[in-house]
């Protein structure tokens, strides 16, 4: 089991906001940045957001991400069909020396 | 632009090891840190290890005892080896770039498929 935890699941219907959370501890996201990944369906991983709340290059701004304590969020706002996917976190754990994925997210488009 | 590569063979059999090699191309191996992350099917993903390019590795302590990851600067390759693998080492296996600053992996590769089966 990971030791950062995220809500199995998410909906919302298109151009709805929907807020994934993940929750870790003081060694991993209260010490450390926060990234987050999206999958969509068979493929590849890709970076959403990194060190918290950076968008790379070509990631639409609907994504946004925060943190806060031992807690992040990922918001997407304007919800589209393409966003259905699976997302994320990730970050080092100090008390692991570990490099720790969330549980995951699957996120429906309703 | 950067593009990354598994290849190896899908099946593997149990007791025996797991071989894999990421080719780098458009850009150089050095500079940063070449990761291995895998994701058993229906399941979350889970980092093993990375290296850079003088050869410094890092490994999960969950895995550490069983896992060698090397590079070869000259083929712009960079290599994971499983020893005494089971049913549960069978996943996809993503080779990625791994950017320091950010502790972030930017680049992945489309990643390969290995099953642990007699």
């Known amino acids: 089991q990971s030791v950062v935890t995220q809500p199995p699941s998410a909906s919302g219907t298109p151009g709805q906001r929907v807020t994934i959370s993940c929750s870790g501890s003081?060694?991993?996201?209260?010490?450390?940045?926060i990234n987050w990944y999206q999958q969509l369906p068979g493929t590849a991983p890709k970076l959403l957001i990194y060190?918290?709340?950076q968008r790379p290059s070509g990631v639409p701004d609907r994504f946004s991400g925060s943190k806060s304590g031992t807690s992040a969020s990922l918001a997407i706002s304007g919800l589209q069909s393409e966003d259905e996917a699976d997302y994320y976190c990730?970050?080092?754990?100090?008390?692991?020396?570990?490099?720790?994925f969330g549980t995951g997210t699957k996120v429906t488009v309703l | 632009q950067v593009q990354l590569q598994e290849s190896g063979p899908g099946l593997v059999k149990p007791s025996e090891t797991l071989s894999l090699t990421c080719t780098v191309s458009?850009?150089?191996?050095?500079?940063?840190?070449w990761s291995w992350i895998r994701q058993p099917p229906g399941k979350g993903l889970e980092w093993i290890g990375y290296?850079?390019?003088?050869?410094?590795?890092n490994y999960s302590p969950s895995l550490k005892s069983r896992v060698f990851i090397s590079v070869d600067t000259s083929k712009n390759q960079f290599s994971l080896k499983v020893r005494f693998v089971t049913a549960a080492d069978t996943a996809v296996y993503y080779c990625?770039?791994?950017?320091?600053?950010?502790?972030?992996?930017?680049?992945w590769g489309q990643g390969t498929l290995v099953t642990v089966s007699s």
């Open positions: 458009g850009g150089s191996i050095g500079s940063y840190y």
């Open positions: 290296i850079d390019y003088s050869g410094s590795a």
């Open positions: 990625a770039r791994r950017v320091e600053a950010y502790d972030a992996f930017d680049i």
């Open positions: 003081n060694s991993n996201i209260g010490s450390n940045t």
């Open positions: 060190s918290n709340n």
């Open positions: 990730a970050a080092w754990d100090d008390g692991l020396n570990d490099y720790v």
